[in-house]
C-alpha cells in the first residue's frame, strides 16, 4: 500500500544523503586540488598553476590585451617564469581548516581560504597573507588569488554574479632576514 508519509520522508532522507555526499565529495577535491596547487608552487610548475586559472578570466584578459588565448598563455607563463626566478620561496600554505564558506547572490557557493606565503624578494624577506577564492565552473575547483583591485576587477568581469561581493585585501609585512 501506498504511504505518502514515508515515500515523502524517504525521498527526503535520499535528497539530504545525496547533498551530503555530493558536499564531501565537492570538498575532497577542493582538498585535492589545494594540494596540487601548493605543490605547483612549490615546485615553480608553471603549467600547472595556469591550469588553475579559470578560463573565462583569460578569456577577459586575452580581450582587453587584444591577443588570443595561446599568446595570453606564452606570456602569463613567461611572466610568471621570471618572476619566479628572482623569488626564493620559503612556504606557501592554503589554510582550509579556516576558509569562510558563502555563496553568490545567484547561489554558486565559495570558498575564501586563508592563504600565507614567505618568500624573499630582492633580498627582503616578507610575508604575504591573502585570500584565496576557490570555485566550481563546469565541475572544475579554480582558484584565484583576489588581493588587489586589478584582479579583483578582471574577475568580476569574468563572473559578475561576484559584482556584490566583497574581497579581503592581502597584507605584506617585512620580516628579519
Given at each position: 500500500m501506498f504511504n505518502f508519509k514515508t515515500t515523502v520522508t524517504t525521498a527526503l532522507m535520499f535528497l539530504l544523503l545525496s547533498i551530503s555526499a555530493s558536499n564531501a565529495t565537492d570538498n575532497t577535491t577542493l582538498k585535492m586540488s589545494i594540494l596540487e596547487f601548493e605543490n605547483a608552487i612549490e615546485t615553480k610548475?608553471?603549467?600547472?598553476?595556469?591550469?588553475?586559472?579559470?578560463?573565462?578570466?583569460?578569456?577577459?584578459l586575452a580581450q582587453k590585451l587584444n591577443i588570443n588565448i595561446e599568446q595570453l598563455q606564452t606570456a602569463l607563463k613567461d611572466a610568471m617564469l621570471n618572476s619566479m626566478a628572482s623569488i626564493t620561496m620559503f612556504s606557501f600554505k592554503m589554510d582550509l581548516e579556516r576558509a569562510v564558506s558563502n555563496e553568490t547572490g545567484t547561489g554558486r557557493k565559495y570558498f575564501l581560504i586563508p592563504t600565507t606565503n614567505t618568500m624573499t624578494l630582492e633580498n627582503t624577506k616578507v610575508l604575504a597573507k591573502s585570500q584565496t577564492l576557490a570555485f566550481l565552473d563546469g565541475g572544475t575547483w579554480y582558484l584565484v588569488r583576489i588581493s588587489e583591485d586589478q584582479q579583483i576587477q578582471l574577475f568580476k568581469t569574468a563572473y559578475p554574479e561576484f559584482d556584490n561581493v566583497t574581497f579581503p585585501r592581502g597584507t605584506t609585512e617585512l620580516l628579519e632576514n
Open positions: 610548475n608553471v603549467d600547472s598553476i595556469l591550469n588553475f586559472m579559470p578560463p573565462k578570466v583569460m578569456m577577459v
